[in-house]
């Protein structure tokens, strides 16, 4: 059978490049680190395993449609009313349903050069156009988005912090892009790295998602809550949006231990302090080791770290990541993110960090 005789997906589909996760393993070695997806090196809170523990699950019974438990247990960490809480299987599954809830053929999404890829998928698997704009030193540029919009734009993505790059943007700048987009353009604000950001003028996007009816934050259980396998994401917005989305989802999204769960994790604020204390504490570390072996790094407020490393032979990032990999460190090439010349690392463990700051020492040595 020939290409042309099989079933055709629809236009944009095949447009997609498919998203390739960060390496899982390594051969060969004693142990594995797993610095690639920016998990959290200190797991779940221990009060998951004792929500779980404590409740009877009854997995032969469908879970609760709308994960009530689940938002009102987000709804009291974060002062938010659960009318304005969507959760999903993952904030993948949220960015995708934002898209096909909003998105038709011939409407343009625009994210950033350098930002995430799951938009440029969502919004091609929607229909809709793809539209990256160019960063700034590896940042979002608030002129050169609001210079992208056309009258076909129908919705802007912002990564805040952004991954892979580490960069953020000011809460007065997330308000002047607002101010910027027409009233009907949605601005989806990606918070997923939030709670590693200690800059006093960082905000994740409560406030502007209160005040208007054009903006969505996305949140994950999945970075700091160390619960990335559960796959738990929530967004907060106007009831509109809500409400529109909830007729796209699929009516049992987020399954019946991802409620448990969530609900206990967020709970635990001092869980999400250590993590955050944890990278506090190594991220500075890592970063001064590895300029200190003359690689250069992108100043980071999440959870990762860019590494750049030279074009000359012996010393190029794949070349860098063949030899980490080969002692068990697992780093994130970004080749696909435009960035053939770094690897992201995420802040693990005091043995992962340690780990890769000597091996690095051995590879540029
Ligand atoms: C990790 C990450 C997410 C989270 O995705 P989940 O589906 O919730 O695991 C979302 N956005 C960005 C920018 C991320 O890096």
Not at 273 to 293: F, K, P, T
Request: proline residues 5%; charged residues 20%.
């Amino acid at each position: 059978m020939s290409r042309t005789d099989l079933p055709r997906p629809k236009p944009g589909v095949m447009d997609i490049a498919a998203y390739v996760p960060g390496r899982e393993t390594a051969h060969g070695v004693a142990k594995v680190y797993k610095l690639s997806s920016n998990e959290s090196p200190l797991g779940p809170s221990p009060a998951v395993t004792e929500a779980f523990a404590a409740r009877n699950v009854d997995l032969a019974t469908y879970p609760d449609g709308s994960a009530h438990e689940l938002r009102q247990a987000i709804s009291r960490a974060h002062g938010l009313n659960p009318g304005n809480i969507l959760c999903g299987n993952g904030s993948d599954e949220l960015l995708g349903l934002l898209c096909q809830t909003y998105l038709a053929p011939g409407d343009e999404g625009l994210f950033t050069q350098h930002g995430f890829l799951v938009y440029k998928i969502q919004i091609l698997a929607a229909g809709a156009t793809p539209v990256s704009v160019p960063d700034t030193d590896l940042t979002a540029n608030v002129d050169a988005i609001l210079d992208a919009v056309t009258r076909k734009t129908r919705m802007v993505f912002l990564a805040n912090p952004n991954n892979p790059t580490g960069t953020y943007l000011p809460v007065s700048e997330v308000r002047r892009l607002h101010a910027g987009l027409p009233k009907d353009v949605i601005l989806v604000l990606d918070a997923a790295y939030a709670e590693y950001v200690r800059r006093n003028d960082y905000e994740a996007g409560i406030e502007l998602v209160s005040a208007n009816s054009n903006v969505v934050m996305t949140r994950t259980f999945s970075k700091i809550h160390g619960l990335a396998g559960l796959r738990i994401g929530w967004m907060y917005a106007h009831e509109a949006i809500i409400d529109a989305c909830n007729r796209v989802r699929g009516p049992f999204n987020v399954n019946a231990l991802a409620i448990i769960a969530g609900a206990a994790a967020i709970g635990d604020r001092a869980h999400v302090e250590r993590a955050v204390e944890h990278n506090e504490a190594w991220l500075g570390r890592v970063c001064d080791a590895l300029e200190a072996l003359g690689l250069t790094v992108t100043p980071s407020v999440g959870n990762f770290v860019l590494i750049h490393f030279p074009k000359t032979a012996g010393r190029t990032a794949a070349e860098a990541d063949e030899f980490l990999t080969a002692r068990g460190y697992i780093l994130r090439r970004v080749a696909g993110y435009g960035l053939p010349d770094a690897l992201r690392m995420t802040i693990g463990s005091e043995e992962a960090n340690l780990g890769v700051i000597d091996a690095l020492k051995d590879f540029m040595a």
